[in-house]
């Protein structure tokens, strides 16, 4: 057995022993917000636009998704984004 810690394991210590709770949500147009720290990867993925018929089969699109990391959560909490729901985040940034 190795004395060796993946990263995502360790939380920053504090002295009184509790532990810090993640930021909250910023609210806008009755939406949750959240601040992207970084965007780790992307990729394209199949999209149903519209379903199957019985007549024309379903009809798909690609889709940029992206691997976000959020400000103050663990790597545990990194989620693919859609392209769409990146750029609402990013212009409420700028």
Request: net charge positive.
């Amino acid at each position: 057995m190795h004395d060796v810690f993946h990263v995502s394991l360790l939380k920053p210590y504090r002295q009184d022993g509790r532990v810090q709770p993640p930021p909250i949500p910023i609210i806008v147009d009755g939406e949750e917000c959240f601040t992207v720290e970084r965007i780790l990867d992307h990729k394209d993925v199949q999209v149903v636009v519209k379903g199957k018929t019985k007549h024309s089969p379903a009809k798909t699109k690609l889709q940029r998704q992206y691997l976000v990391k959020w400000l103050g959560y663990d790597n545990e909490h990194n989620t693919w984004e859609p392209e769409t729901g990146i750029s609402k985040v990013e212009a409420f940034k700028a």
